[in-house]
């Protein structure tokens, strides 16, 4: 019964992992939408776009570390 719980534990912890998908592929269209835009601002854009995915990615690795955590302890 505790081992069944825990593997639904560790599949609801990753569904963060669908979320930080989703947002990086937001990141990354919103970056292609804005460099059409405006051309000039690419380094800057690419900057903050470098950002968004080192935030989206850790979100991602903190939900994989808690169905880890949930399903190992």
Same mark, same amino acid.
């Given at each position: 019964?505790?081992? %069944? #719980?825990?593997?639904?534990?560790?599949?609801? %912890?990753?569904?963060?992992? %669908?979320?930080?998908?989703?947002?990086?592929?937001?990141? /990354?269209?919103?970056?292609?939408?804005?460099?059409?835009?405006? &051309? #000039?601002?690419? &380094?800057?854009? /690419?900057?903050?776009?470098? $950002?968004?995915?080192?935030?989206?990615? #850790?979100?991602? $690795? /903190?939900?994989?570390?808690?169905? /880890?955590?949930? $399903?190992?302890?």
């Amino acid at each position: 019964m505790l081992q %069944a #719980a825990k593997y639904i534990g560790a599949g609801l %912890a990753t569904i963060g992992l %669908a979320g930080a998908g989703v947002g990086i592929g937001l990141v /990354f269209s919103s970056l292609m939408s804005a460099t059409s835009r405006n &051309p #000039a601002l690419r &380094p800057q854009l /690419f900057q903050y776009a470098i $950002l968004g995915f080192a935030l989206s990615e #850790a979100t991602g $690795l /903190f939900a994989l570390m808690i169905a /880890f955590l949930i $399903l190992y302890s």
